[in-house]
Antibody
Framework: EVQLVESGGGLVQPGGSLRLSCAAS????????MSWVRQAPGKGLEWVAN????????YYVDSVKGRFTISRDNAKNSLYLQMNSLRAEDTAVYYC?????????WGQGTLVTVSS | DIQMTQSPSTLSASVGDRVTITCRAS??????LAWYQQKPGKAPKLLIY???SLESGVPSRFSGSGSGTEFTLTISSLQPDDFATYYC?????????FGGGTKVEIK
């Protein structure tokens, strides 16, 4: 069974940093692109970033470019999102996700709140 | 980037109604479209992939159609468990995008 478990969310001040982690199990992690998707309170879904199987390609939504970095450790079956220079508008539930041509798996999400 | 425009944003319907939600892409995405259902406090659940393929375990009252830039999700006979928010997602590009969502409410 595919499982994605996020951690690392919490309350952070504007301008601060946070690192999210996603522990993957139930599939061959190194064989799949992985993504982060977020959802601000009461709002819709927004794709944030994705990363190729070997980490050689990474893509970001414009609003986080230069501030967020997606990475992975295939030996640890883990996905990460380093978030720097956080803003109030980054407040959201962050989901780790695995998308493919015929599948869509999501974690349960971790809440990031940016507030002073 | 590919923009996804979903309509309506809110839909009021009764149990047993036939419901249709539309998603339009700003450029052709072939059939690389998925539909998700989301309930409050939960992660989205995949319903349809490749525009018209039903995910395993999803009731057959859900169906998807379309290709290119126009897509629809149809619920043939709305059930109490179907009141939720629905999102389309394109995965034709590395830059994934979602529609704005359609909230299906009880009439």
């Amino acid at each position: 069974e595919v499982q994605l478990v996020e951690s690392g969310g919490g309350l952070v001040q504007p301008g601060g940093s946070l690192r999210l982690s996603c522990a993957a199990s139930g599939f061959t992690f190194s064989s799949y692109w992985m993504s982060w998707v977020r959802q601000a309170p009461g709002k819709g879904l927004e794709w944030v970033a994705n990363i190729k199987q070997d980490g050689s390609e990474k893509y970001y939504v414009d609003s986080v470019k230069g501030r967020f970095t997606i990475s992975r450790d295939n030996a640890k079956n883990s996905l990460y999102l380093q978030m720097n220079s956080l803003r109030a508008e980054d407040t959201a539930v962050y989901y780790c996700a695995r998308f493919s041509s015929s599948q869509g798996y999501w974690g349960q999400g971790t809440l990031v709140t940016v507030s002073s | 980037d590919i923009q996804m425009t979903q309509s309506p944003s809110t839909l009021s319907a009764s149990v047993g109604d036939r419901v249709t939600i539309t998603c339009r892409a700003s450029q052709s995405i072939s059939s690389w479209l998925a539909w998700y259902q989301q309930k409050p406090g939960k992660a989205p659940k995949l319903l349809i992939y490749k525009a018209s393929s039903l995910e395993s375990g999803v009731p057959s009252r859900f169906s998807g159609s379309g290709s290119g830039t126009e897509f629809t999700l149809t619920i043939s006979s709305l059930q109490p468990d179907d009141f939720a928010t629905y999102y389309c997602q394109q995965y034709n590009s590395y830059f994934l995008t979602f529609g704005g969502g359609t909230k299906v409410e009880i009439k």
